[in-house]
């Protein structure tokens, strides 16, 4: 293991779940977890903060299967190294977008039914958080997104309160670059399993993160200062923003 992972990503983890009241003590904390590089990354970080923490807390992996043919086995795997139970929760949402609805535009749409079979799951499993492996580079191409496509100054929050479902989702990751969450899982050998969507790659999230790092490219200061923005304007603030799903 790495001897610098304190300064390097947990120290700042830590100072986000403190500040955004992300985990306490008697959480039971669902990780949404895809098989991806950030939610591997997720799962390895959470882990440490679970072993380091100074209060109680529970985690429990939870991947919805979308219908896809795929081998999760590196996923399953890997959380049992970590010792965090793993839930697969059995869905036909690929069915649906591209069998039954053939939508054109079809990420809009997954993304609901996506986080509708996570949060129900979470439910049903007594958790009262769900934590994501969202990042600083997703946070920022989402503000770009809704810029170009909704005219709205605005990204995901640190800490969400879900009212319909009565849970809080919670971002632990948020202050991380993408390339920091590549580098962890090159050097802890974590899996990252293929994305099987036909239109993976594809998305405008792809040309907002081209944009992202022609900015970076140019401007060396600027996750730093997109991330000053984000806390002074407020819309990362320390309280809890409350939604009905």
Same mark, same amino acid.
């Given at each position: ?7 390097? =990503? ?5 100072? +986000? ?7 306490? /003590?008697?959480?039971? *904390? ?13 799962? =390895? ?30 996923? /399953? +795997? ?13 869905t ?9 609805? !053939? ?15 996570? #949060? ?5 499993? +007594?958790?009262?958080?769900v934590?994501?492996?969202? #990042? ?20 995901? !929050?640190? +800490? ?17 670059r ?13 899996p ?13 999230? @792809?040309?907002?993160? /081209?944009?992202?790092? =022609? ?8 996750? @730093?200062?997109?991330?000053?923005? =984000? ?11 409350? *939604? /009905?799903?």
């Amino acid at each position: 293991m790495n001897r610098n992972y304190g300064k390097w =990503f947990l120290t700042p983890v830590k100072k +986000n779940i403190i500040n955004y009241r992300m985990i306490g /003590e008697g959480d039971r *904390v669902a990780l949404g977890v895809s098989g991806g590089k950030d939610s591997s990354a997720l799962l =390895f970080i959470m882990a440490l903060v679970h072993k380091h923490a100074p209060f109680s807390f529970d985690l429990q992996a939870v991947f919805v299967d979308m219908g896809w043919e795929i081998d999760i086995t590196p996923l /399953e +795997n890997l959380c049992s190294r970590l010792e965090i139970p793993l839930h697969v929760e059995k869905t036909v949402i690929s069915r649906i977008v591209f069998e039954r609805r !053939k939508e054109k535009n079809p990420c809009s749409l997954c993304s609901k039914l996506r986080r509708g079979a996570l #949060h129900k799951s979470s439910v049903e499993l +007594n958790c009262n958080k769900v934590a994501l492996g969202h #990042h600083l580079d997703d946070a920022i191409q989402t503000y770009l997104l809704n810029i170009l496509h909704a005219g709205r100054m605005d990204t995901f !929050k640190p +800490n969400t309160y879900l009212s319909r479902r009565q849970i809080y989702l919670v971002r632990p990751l948020i202050g991380l670059r993408e390339s920091t969450i590549s580098s962890l899982v090159q050097a802890e050998g974590l899996p990252s399993l293929a994305n099987p969507c036909p239109v993976s790659g594809k998305t405008e999230r @792809r040309a907002m993160g /081209e944009i992202v790092d =022609f900015m970076v490219s140019r401007h060396p200061e600027f996750y @730093r200062r997109f991330m000053t923005a =984000f806390k002074k304007t407020g819309i990362w603030s320390q309280e809890v923003f409350r *939604v /009905e799903d």
